[in-house]
C-alpha cells in the first residue's frame, strides 16, 4: 500500500499557484483596484482589498521566497478583520458611508456618487490601458511595472474622492501595497519588507480607531443636526 503522501504546506501551494497564473492574477488586480475606489457597499470594498492582497501575494512569490509572499496576505487579512470589525462598531450598515443613513450616520449626498466614481475609475483604467506599453520604469518586470502604477494611481484617485476614514484608508493601504511591490523587488531586502508592512498595520490600526471615533460622534448628535 502506498504511503499518503503529505500536504503541501502554505508557501508550496503559493508557489504553485504562482506558476499557473499570471495575466489572471493582473487583471484581477485591476479590477479589484476599480471596486475599492468605485464600490458602493463597504464590505465590497473589504472582499476588494483582500483580493488584490492575495493577487500581490501571487506576484510576490515570483521572485521573493513563499514565505514572504504568504507575509503579504497575512497583513491584508489583518487589515480587513479590523476594517470589519470597527465598521460593525460604528454602527454602519448595508452600504458605505456617505450615500445614506445607517445606524445614526448622517449622509452626505453630494460627497460623492457611484456613478461618478466609477466613469472616473474607468476612466483612469483606459489611460493605462493606453500608456501601458511606455511606462517608465525599465528595471521591474512587465506585470511589476503594470500592478505598481495601477495602484498608485488609483491610490491616488481614491485619496482625492475620499470623503471618510475608510475611504483614505484604503487609498492608502493601495499605495503603500504599489511601493513594497516595487521596491521589493528592486531591493529584495527583508528588514524593508517588515518596515512597510508594519507601516500597514499602523496605517489600519488608525483608520479603524478613525471609523470607531466617527460613529460614535455621529450616534451622540442630535436628530436632525450635521457636523460637517
Known amino acids: 500500500m502506498q504511503p499518503i503522501p503529505p500536504l503541501p504546506t502554505p508557501p508550496e501551494v503559493l508557489s504553485q499557484a504562482t506558476d499557473a497564473l499570471g495575466i489572471p492574477t493582473t487583471a484581477l488586480i485591476g479590477a479589484c483596484a476599480v471596486v475599492v ?45 479590523m476594517w470589519y470589525l470597527s465598521a460593525q462598531r460604528a454602527g454602519w450598515g448595508g452600504h458605505f458611508l456617505p450615500f445614506q443613513q445607517q445606524g445614526g450616520v448622517q449622509s452626505r449626498p453630494l460627497a460623492s456618487t457611484t456613478l461618478f466614481r466609477t466613469l472616473l475609475a474607468l476612466t483612469l483604467a483606459a489611460a493605462l490601458l493606453a500608456v501601458r506599453p511606455r511606462l517608465p520604469i525599465p528595471q521591474a518586470a512587465a506585470d511589476i511595472r503594470v500592478v505598481f502604477t495601477w495602484l498608485a494611481l488609483f491610490g491616488l484617485l481614491g485619496l482625492a474622492l475620499g470623503g471618510e476614514a475608510l475611504q483614505s484608508g484604503v487609498a492608502l493601504i493601495l499605495w503603500l501595497a504599489a511601493a513594497q511591490l516595487l521596491l521589493s523587488f528592486l531591493q529584495r531586502d527583508p528588514w524593508l519588507i517588515w518596515l512597510l508592512s508594519s507601516t500597514e498595520l499602523v496605517v489600519g490600526l488608525a483608520i479603524a480607531y478613525l471609523m470607531v471615533a466617527r460613529g460614535s460622534q455621529k450616534r451622540s448628535l442630535p436628530a436632525g443636526s450635521d457636523n460637517r
Do not use: N, Q
Open 37 to 81: 475606489v468605485a464600490a458602493r457597499d463597504w464590505r465590497l470594498v473589504l472582499a476588494a482589498l483582500m483580493a488584490i492582497y492575495i493577487g500581490l501575494a501571487l506576484i510576490t512569490a515570483s521572485f521573493l521566497p513563499p514565505v514572504w509572499a504568504l507575509l503579504r496576505v497575512i497583513v491584508g487579512g489583518l487589515v480587513a478583520i
